[in-house]
Every structure is written in structure tokens, then in C-alpha cells.
């Protein structure tokens, strides 16, 4: 089992930046792929970016190519989504989770079996 803690969110202003963290506890990280998703009030949550367990591999929503990079430091047991060109649309509560699923970079929101508390984020127009 692994216990996820979202930090990092915040106001900023479009175009601006904001980098998110997600610490985990356990010794078990790098067993996991990980994922970032959001969920914007009166939507279903979204996937945003997975990685794979070793960091070798990534995979985007279209929406964010370009703008958003995710990675991962085993050694620290934890993950980070660097946010850049930030647009008023990404203003959500963005969460991490865990994946024990077999694909390289789950996409899917029933792949992923830990999730964080989530972290909101507001790009201002």
C-alpha cells in the first residue's frame, strides 16, 4: 500500500508556471507507474500525464503537450508535474495516483488503485 500527498498547487496567472509534487510513502515507489489527473468543477475527472516506473517513458493528454512535463525521483519517492504556459482551462484540483497495472504508462482511471487528497490549481485570466 502506498499513501500519496499532493503539494504545489496555487493562483497564478495565465502563462504562468506552477511545479506539483506528489510525496509517497512506503518503500514500494518505483513499483508503481504513476499518473497525474484533474477534475474541474462540474466535470469527470481527466487523465493528464502518466510515467513509467523506471521514468523512461511518459504520455500526455493532448491538451498539454508541450506545456506540461511529468517525472519522477525514485530516490525521493516522489513525483513532480512541471505546469508551464498555464492556461485559464487548467484550472482544477489536480490529483496523483498509483498504478499496479501492468502497461507501461495507464492512462485509464480505473488503472490506477492510490490516489491523493488533490491540489488545486487556479490560472487567472
Known amino acids: 500500500q502506498v499513501q500519496l500527498v499532493e503539494s504545489g498547487g496555487g493562483l497564478v496567472q495565465a502563462g504562468g508556471s506552477l511545479r506539483l509534487s506528489c510525496a509517497a510513502s512506503?518503500?514500494?515507489?518505483?513499483?508503481?507507474?504513476m499518473g497525474w489527473f484533474r477534475q474541474a468543477p462540474g466535470k469527470e475527472r481527466e487523465f493528464v500525464a502518466a510515467?513509467?516506473?523506471?521514468?523512461?517513458?511518459?504520455y500526455y493528454v493532448d491538451s498539454v503537450k508541450g506545456r506540461f512535463t511529468i517525472s519522477r525521483d525514485n530516490a525521493k519517492n516522489t513525483a513532480y508535474l512541471q505546469m508551464n504556459s498555464l492556461k485559464p482551462e487548467d484550472t482544477a484540483v489536480y490529483y496523483c495516483?498509483?498504478?499496479?497495472?501492468?502497461?507501461?504508462?495507464?492512462?485509464?482511471?480505473?488503472?490506477?488503485?492510490?490516489w491523493g487528497q488533490g491540489t488545486q490549481v487556479t490560472v487567472s485570466s
Open positions: 510515467i513509467s516506473r523506471s521514468g523512461g517513458s511518459t
Open positions: 512506503g518503500r514500494t515507489f518505483s513499483s508503481y507507474a
Open positions: 495516483a498509483a498504478s499496479t497495472k501492468g502497461a507501461v504508462t495507464p492512462s485509464g482511471l480505473y488503472d490506477y488503485r492510490y
